[in-house]
């Protein structure tokens, strides 16, 4: 049934191994064994796809599989103690699966509910607000075996706190209005709307969206995709999860109008996994514009305009929200990002050309389809018109979603959420940057503070390393391992910066971490490596004394137990003499 479901197709087989595990609890070799037979692909490509993705196992896990999100925010809100109480009270420990197997307990990194944490995962479904009354009645309902569905709705709440709504979030709209504005101008004139609006790309990159657009209309290679990014990994933001929440018709209705411009009648939504309680309501959505004559065959009437769109099942890869990485992981192999030209405009989905843009991108194309470029270009900075949306989270009274026109200062911003005694801001989550509580006059705009759209607050009471090093942990855990720079690389930095956090560098090893930090950032395939080093550069620059005063030693000393290392070497020469230990070698 799993390979009916997915139409037997090899594209779809992240989908089938999520459904696999869903069933077994981890994909057994029996079904890799099948699914390489049916599939006409090597077992090795199912094993390489399932060893891949953090949320897919090839051993068994608990039946009831639960994943603490990591993040800082988490983190600031008293995550490490809750984990280690739910330990206690379940009886396993981090990262193993309990004897009976009815329970599994594993970290993870953000799961996009950074307003509402401490925040964890349950067979994919996400909990939030996590507290001590409520991890008692958790460890109660396991050990009963209820059934995740009589599980009280209250534990799986996902608020979507509006905090400030602005151009577009206030906007009125129909159902199909963005189509039928689009039909009855032009195809043409519509992607002069969206080229006159200089809408940038909400996922990070900035990249303008008609020339992606236009670039891919113009390609003679067929069929043409359409690709909407909702693999909302960056830690601190949650704007796309509240977009498909409460908006999932302006975003769908962007991807419909694209296709109508670019040629395309097949569109897909790659969800990120920790957004499994969006899949069925989306589902939803989709059927009932179906219904609606707003997708299937003939759109609005309109002969020959044909367009669907299909959800796909991220499975845990943060490198999967890289455009290139996310087409890899869509066509059911590890996302590994791609190696560029050819860009996926014109060499993408099924090596065909192709739109991958963000969520926040098609929602904003939708207004803009309706209320035409000037509207758009008249808000906002001269290269960065319009508005962006904000995840905000961290020391501040009302964290949430803000919408602000571009070039709002920061300072503005941690009024209007509340945040008193700032010590620093992390804009554009861990890739981002860090600016100190003497920055707070910078601007959300592209030529200034870029970001996707996390804004995350961090208090005088808190630690730039503690900031500095979960950051820096979470990019050696999402390193792909592609590339060398990057996969040895990012380890690197995480040691060498616990080394000096721990009291134990010297000048040489501050030195040495400078130069780490430029040769990942400079000879990384891509932008998970470039960015990687990030949290360290920008806080050097902005606190070098807090580096300088972490170190404690005058000379060198090694960042591990050399004479610990020697142990396995004692062992096989059977030697555990004075001599075989290092401290009396150098005596
Ligand atoms: Fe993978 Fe990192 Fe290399 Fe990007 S830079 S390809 S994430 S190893």
Redesign the pocket.
Known sequence: SVLAEADHKPERLLQMLRAVQAQYLHIPQAAIEQLAAALHIPRTQIIAVAEFYSFLHLTPQGRYDIHISDSITDRMLGKEKLLNYLAEKLKVKTGQVRADGLVSLNNTSCTGMCDQGPAALVNGYALTRLDHAKIDLIAELIEQQAPLLEWPAELFAVDEPIRKPGLLLNQPFNNGAAIAATLARGLMETLAEVDCSNLRGRGGAGFKTALKWRTCSVQTDTPHYVICNADEGEPGTFKDRMLLDLYADQVFEGMTLCAAIIGSDQGLLYLRAEYLFLYEQLQRVLKRRRESGLLGRNILGRDGFDFDIEIRMGAGAY?CGEASAQIESLEGKPG??RVKPPNSVICGYQRKPTVVDNVETFFAATHIAIQGGLWFAEVGTAQSTGSKLLSISGDCARPGIYEYPFGTLVKDILRDCGADDVMGVQVGGPSGTFISNRELQRRIAFEDLSTAGSFMVFNSSRSIFDIVQNFTDFFAHE?????TP??VGTTLLKNQLRKIVEGNGAAVDLEELSELCLIVKNT???G??DSAANPILSTLASHPELYLNQLKQSSFTPGFDLDATLAVARRMAQRDDDAAHLSQVEN
Not at 479 to 483: A, E, H, K, T, V
Request: charged share 5%; net charge positive; aromatic share 6%.
């Open positions: 490198i590994i990002p390193s792909c391992g592609f590339c990057c996969r990384s395939h891509c998970l490596g």
